[in-house]
Nanobody, 124 residues
Framework: QVQLVESGGGLVQAGDSLRLSCAAS????????MGWFRQAPGKEREFVAG????????YYADSVKGRFTISRDNAKNTVILQMNSLKAEDTAVYYC?????????????????WGQGTQVTVSS
C-alpha cells in the first residue's frame, strides 16, 4: 500500500516562493497519477494541480495557473509542487494525493490515498 508524506510547508510573505515535496512509499508509484489539493479553514478541500503517471500531462486550478508548477521524479518516488508569487489566499493545508489511474482528476473523490498535509501560511 502506498503511503504519502508531505514536507516543505512554512510561513512566508506574499510574493515569496515555497517548494512542497511528497515522498511516496511502494514500488508502483510510476503507475499512478498524483495530485495536490489544499484546504483553507472553513472551506472545502480544493484541487490545485495534477500530473499524469509519466509526468507528461499536467493540470492546474485557474487560481494557481502560471504561479505553481507540479513535477515528479519516478526514480525517487517524489512529486513536487513549486509555488511562486504566493498570495495570502494561498494559505491552507496542502495535501498530496494518489489516484488509481495514469491520468489525474480534479475531484476529491478521484483520489484514493492522501498524505497528512503540510501547512502553508502566506502573510500579506
Amino acid at each position: 500500500q502506498v503511503q504519502l508524506v508531505e514536507s516543505g510547508g512554512g510561513l512566508v510573505q506574499a510574493g515569496d516562493s515555497l517548494r512542497l515535496s511528497c515522498a511516496a512509499s511502494g514500488r508502483t508509484f510510476s503507475n499512478y497519477a498524483m495530485g495536490w489539493f489544499r484546504q483553507a479553514p472553513g472551506k472545502e478541500r480544493e484541487f490545485v494541480a495534477g500530473i499524469a503517471s509519466n509526468g507528461y500531462g499536467t493540470y492546474y486550478a485557474d487560481s494557481v495557473k502560471g504561479r505553481f508548477t507540479i513535477s515528479r521524479d519516478n526514480a525517487k518516488n517524489t512529486v513536487i509542487l513549486q509555488m511562486n508569487s504566493l498570495k495570502a489566499e494561498d494559505t491552507a493545508v496542502y495535501y498530496c494525493a494518489k489516484r488509481r489511474s495514469r491520468f489525474p482528476g480534479t475531484q476529491y473523490g478521484d483520489y484514493d490515498t492522501w498524505g497528512q498535509g503540510t501547512q502553508v501560511t502566506v502573510s500579506s
